[in-house]
């Protein structure tokens, strides 16, 4: 055992379309120590979002193994996955997506509707993660009331309100101007340093790449 | 916040998709409510006797008249333990257009062998020794305004002239498939004005009623009584009542079949507006159902969010449906009786229509989401979440 918790063995993946192999990661490995912050730089189409899919559990890799915090990701069922994730894993994507007919309070407080907090508990953990993303005046703001920085912040309360240990984020920034990406990239170092999140950033930015601690550049399915 | 919340908000996330699917399921409900209540209201016309009568008319068609002697004789034959008789009075009432069913019959016995036509027995007693007196059902009482003292004026057409009743009772049904709607008055004056202006078809009747000892016998012993006037004048034929009045209304059965069936089918179509709504629904949120995997949403969640919003969906259009139907029902029975007032004297909306109109509509709606929901687990996440609609 090692002590990363994001371990990546050999990985390769292919996605078949009409039986035709499209290799897209080839014997890829790589290790990630706790509360790290590690950027994931590529052009786009090099495999990044296929990497942060395979740390996710979304897919199985066609060859290689995963393990996340000392659990094999391809031995769970997929039940036993979607509990896991919950627990161990942030996401935070391009698109927000928050749920436009639910306030910006609901949008954090769904994940934890999957638990057995009662709702005082619940209303207590969603207050502190939209104050530690600085929105503790917007709660009952609906999507559509937010800028689009302050749409991508309740969905990073949302990723954080579980207290997973790892975020990942696929181009967190990449539906923002300077002024608000910049803000985000702040927000995600203060998670970083002041929480301890080991965060997997994936971006073609170079700028938002060097926010993070180190930098691994993926090109056509391998780090270079 | 509850998951049901969400369910509820999705409601209203497109007014206009979610208020035309909930008019489209509400005429749908309306029209099988309308179509159910046609249906019912034949079959309490065409089955609503029970068991133990028989009906004996001519053999050839209801149209001929047997003589009123035969009385005696089918009395006599073992296991019939009540013989009454009747006749089709036919008529106009005013201009025709409301129409109710009138019988001339031996009031006596008639009563004695329909007891769940029920008069009280002052009203009874008035009626039996009035030869100029009519008995009416409450329903028909109702419809048409008329109190005991009344007089009703007939037009005749099979019994030509004018004739006059005086309503002497008012009955009511003891079981809920008795006919409130017809009118009876005695044979006897009938007969007695026949024998006067057509003395050739005074004393003959339109069937007998036949009660028997058994019901079990009905077919032994409907054989016994047709074998009594074999090679009479007038050979006969018997049968249960049901099949008596089935027979009377085959024509009107095979379109009821059609009804009944019609019925059934617009419920598919219901089903098919629940899920073409829910399948759209469920494909512009792709993306947010594969956010809402990563978050740990599973199969029984995403089974909560679409059967939820199909039934609430289809449960709303049921009861919109249900509330036209009450109107909408009254109309219609009022225009089916006017037209074909002999098969459907009297159309109400059965009492557990509404009821089973909402369940059903919950049903549908459930149905309705089953395709959508597949949909929705079929997504991968990984598709989901690249989906940009
Ligand atoms: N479901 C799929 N079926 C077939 N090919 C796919 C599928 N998903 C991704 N690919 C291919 O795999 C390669 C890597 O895709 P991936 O999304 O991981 O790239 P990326 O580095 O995230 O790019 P971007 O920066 O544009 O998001 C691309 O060439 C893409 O076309
Ligand atoms: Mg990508």
Redesign the interface.
């Given at each position: 055992m090692t002590s990363s918790i994001i371990d990546l063995q050999k990985i390769s993946h292919s996605y078949f379309r009409d039986d035709v192999e499209i290799p897209v990661l080839k014997q890829l490995t790589l290790a990630i120590e706790p509360a790290s912050f590690v950027a994931l730089l590529g052009p786009s189409g090099s495999g990044k979002t296929t990497v942060l899919n395979l740390m996710a559990g979304f897919d199985r890799p066609t060859r290689g193994r995963v393990s996340i915090n000392q659990t094999t990701v391809s031995h769970l069922s997929d039940r036993q996955l979607a509990k896991w994730r919950a627990n161990t894993l942030g996401f935070i994507f391009q698109f927000y997506n928050l749920i436009p007919v639910l306030t910006a309070a609901e949008n954090v407080e769904l994940p934890l509707l999957l638990t057995s907090l009662s709702r005082v508990q619940r209303a207590k953990h969603v207050t502190t993660a939209l104050r530690l993303v600085g929105l503790g005046d917007r709660m009952t703001h609906y999507p559509r009331q937010l800028s689009g920085g302050q749409e991508q912040r309740v969905a990073i309360a949302r990723a954080i309100v579980m207290d997973p240990k790892i975020l990942l984020a696929d181009e967190p920034t990449g539906n923002l101007d300077g002024e608000a990406a910049d803000e985000i990239m702040t927000l995600l170092q203060r998670l970083n340093a002041e929480q301890g999140k080991t965060i997997v950033l994936v971006t073609h930015d170079l700028e938002a790449a060097q926010r993070a601690t180190s930098i691994c550049k993926l090109q056509k399915g391998r780090l270079v | 916040?509850?998951?049901f919340?969400?369910v509820l908000?999705?409601l209203?996330?497109h007014p206009l998709r979610t208020t035309l699917t909930i008019l489209a399921i509400s005429i749908i409900i309306l029209a099988f409510g309308l179509l159910r209540t046609t249906v019912t209201a034949w079959y309490a016309e065409a089955l609503g006797s029970p068991p133990d009568r028989l009906r004996t008319r001519h053999a050839v068609s209801i149209s001929f008249q047997l003589p009123v002697s035969y009385q005696q004789r089918i009395a006599a034959i073992p296991g019939v333990i009540g013989v009454s008789y009747a006749n089709w009075f036919g008529g106009r009432w005013k201009d025709g257009k409301a129409f109710f069913p009138r019988y001339a019959v031996e009031p006596t016995s008639y009563l004695a062998l329909h007891p769940d036509v029920h008069l009280p027995p002052l009203q009874q007693q008035a009626f039996l020794q009035d030869r100029r007196a009519c008995v009416v059902g409450r329903k028909l009482a109702e419809k048409l305004g008329w109190r005991i003292g009344d007089v009703v004026r007939l037009q005749g057409s099979l019994y030509p002239g004018n004739w006059e009743f005086t309503i002497r009772g008012i009955y009511t049904g003891t079981s809920p498939t008795t006919d409130e709607g017809n009118m009876y008055l005695h044979w006897a004056a009938m007969d007695e004005r026949r024998r006067i202006e057509d003395p050739g078809r005074a004393g003959t009747v339109g069937w007998f009623v036949v009660r028997m000892e058994k019901p079990e016998d009905a077919a032994q012993l409907s054989t016994t009584i047709d074998q009594t006037f074999i090679n009479s004048t007038a050979e006969t034929r018997t049968e249960t009542e049901q099949a008596f009045r089935a027979n009377m209304v085959a024509m009107s059965g095979a379109v009821i079949r059609v009804v009944e069936i019609m019925s059934v089918i617009i419920l598919g179509i219901s089903i098919l507006v629940v899920a073409n709504a829910m399948a759209m629904t469920v494909r512009e949120r792709r993306?947010?159902y594969g956010?809402?995997?990563?978050?740990?949403?599973?199969a029984p969640?995403f089974g909560l969010f679409i059967f939820g919003e199909s039934a609430c969906l289809s449960l709303l259009g049921g009861i919109l449906g249900v509330a036209l139907l009450y109107p909408a029902s009254r109309w219609f029975g009022t225009l089916l009786t006017r037209n074909f007032g002999g098969f459907f004297p009297i159309v109400e909306l059965p009492a557990h229509l509404p009821m089973l109109a909402v369940f059903l509509s919950v049903g549908l709606g459930l149905v309705g989401g089953i395709i959508p929901f597949f949909l929705c687990l079929r997504g991968?996440?990984?598709d989901e979440?690249?989906y940009?609609g």
């Open positions: - | 916040m509850t998951l919340r969400y908000r999705n209203v996330r993306h947010e956010i809402l995997k990563t978050l740990g949403f599973r969640h991968r996440i990984q979440l690249r940009v």
